[in-house]
């Protein structure tokens, strides 16, 4: 089979979805993957056709617009988001459009709205996938979005409208497009996601139920897979400076954001070099392009742009991150301990998954943190020894699980 794999994101999205399209090829089907401009070279080094569809997450995530966007105001992101949306939407449909030509199969993640039209349009099948759960409805638990899901059974299923509301916001764009340049009739402003005529479509979720047990209540259309874990194949092994530091004492704290960026990076680092110091414990900072920076560190810290995390976290002692799904899982993998510090998005759900499951304590909101409580915090994942042995006992039961063979044997059998 030719499978478009529809995608949108930061980095922590897209690997998963290379680890996907390499064992797709493995077994012998040819993929295509459309997604944001910035990843086209990285994605094109594992031989993969790319086409971009026109967004540089990048340089979005540290525009103002992107800065308020994961600020944790709630006026902000919807604000933003309805700008934003409006303003990529069209280079999504380009992207996605070109990646289906001659497509047998569509794969995509739900941020890429117009998937589903394009494959009603085409007459192929299409598979949802999700690395959180927040498209199929569940009274187990609300919408990742929104925390830990205490709202009861009822409420809970409701918050999955969101994804509705989603669509809701540029739904006249889309429908232009439907009825002009793909011929088919418009939908209802508020048309269900994740259907196709009224059917449901099936999803995969790459995850494992070993850190999000499967819902009770989900339909059989919903999977859950296992993570798709993008194993770092450079031979990266420390730098020389880096190993050297790691020599030098006991296994440092890795604290990184990812791509989040914010607004003073400098007082960030200040604050987390604060917190390490206060709290005694050797450190590892991640500045990236999330934005954090550090000078003038003191012996105890150590700073990286960064490194791939399925070879750097098993020489940490404790993981501290903004709480994506892909650092939390590398996290879970790494068999450490975590402190997850959200800023917004489905980051607070991980930090309570985190917390739930016995590795780490409670997520510590970024636009709350201070130097005291992160010191605390700090204190508590290194020194509680339970936190690591809960977090090992996770490590051993991914350590059993293939998520890409279980998602590649179900896209195979789901096409049929």
């Known amino acids: 089979m030719r499978i478009a794999i529809l995608t949108l994101g930061t980095r922590g999205d897209m690997q998963p979805y290379v680890a996907l399209a390499l064992g797709l090829r493995a077994a012998g089907h040819d993929v295509v993957i459309s997604g944001p401009e910035n990843f086209a070279e990285w994605v094109q080094g594992f031989g993969f056709d790319y086409v971009s569809g026109g967004l540089d997450l990048q340089a979005l995530l540290q525009s103002p617009e992107g800065r308020d966007l994961i600020s944790g105001s709630l006026f902000a992101i919807i604000r933003n988001f309805r700008d934003i949306s409006q303003k990529i939407t069209a280079e999504i449909i380009d992207g996605s459009t070109q990646a289906t030509v001659g497509a047998d199969l569509i794969l995509y993640h739900p941020k890429v709205p117009v ?22 409805p569940t009274g187990d638990f609300a919408i990742a979005g929104l925390g830990n899901g205490i709202l009861g059974r009822r409420l809970n299923r409701w918050t999955y409208g969101a994804i509705r509301a989603q669509r809701a916001m540029f739904s006249k764009q889309l429908n232009a497009w439907r009825t002009g340049t793909l011929g088919l009739p418009p939908l209802p402003r508020f048309a ?9 479509l099936p999803v995969l979720h ?14 059989e259309t919903a999977h859950v897979t296992g993570y798709w874990f993008l194993d770092d194949t450079s031979g990266w092994t420390p730098p020389d400076d880096l190993q050297a530091f790691l020599d030098a004492g006991l296994p440092p ?5 990812g791509s989040m960026t914010d607004k003073d990076p400098e007082a960030k680092a200040r604050l987390v070099v604060e917190a390490l110091t206060k709290a005694e414990c050797r450190g590892v900072i991640a500045t990236g392009w999330g ?3 550090a000078d003038d560190l003191p012996d105890t810290v150590f700073a990286i742009d960064g490194a791939p995390h399925d070879k750097l976290f098993p020489l940490m002692s404790a993981i501290v991150h903004h709480g994506g799904a892909g650092t939390t899982a590398a996290a879970f ?73 279980t998602a590649v044997n179900l896209i195979e059998k789901l096409a049929i």
């Not at 998937?115 to 199929?136: H, R, S, W």
Request: avoid cysteine; hydrophobic fraction near 40%; proline fraction near 9%.
């Open 253 to 257: 704290v890795y604290v990184g954001f």
């Open 115 to 136: 998937a589903t039209d394009l494959g009603e349009a085409l007459d192929i099948p299409v598979i949802q996938t999700a690395l959180q759960p927040i498209v199929v």
């Open 192 to 200: 269900r996601g994740g259907e196709i005529k009224g059917k449901m």
């Open 206 to 219: 790459a995850f494992s139920e070993h850190v999000v047990p499967r819902p009770t209540d989900w339909p």
């Open 291 to 293: 934005g954090l920076t």
């Open 333 to 405: 993998r790494a068999g450490k301990p975590q402190l997850v510090t959200p800023y917004f998005g489905d980051q607070p759900f991980w930090g309570h998954r985190v917390a739930d499951l016995g590795a780490g304590l409670p997520p510590l909101p970024q636009k709350r943190i201070t130097s005291d409580q992160l010191t605390h915090a700090l204190r508590g994942i290194v020194k509680d020894k339970s936190f690591t042995s809960h977090a090992e006992t996770i490590a051993h039961e991914l350590a059993k699980e293939d998520g890409v063979a």
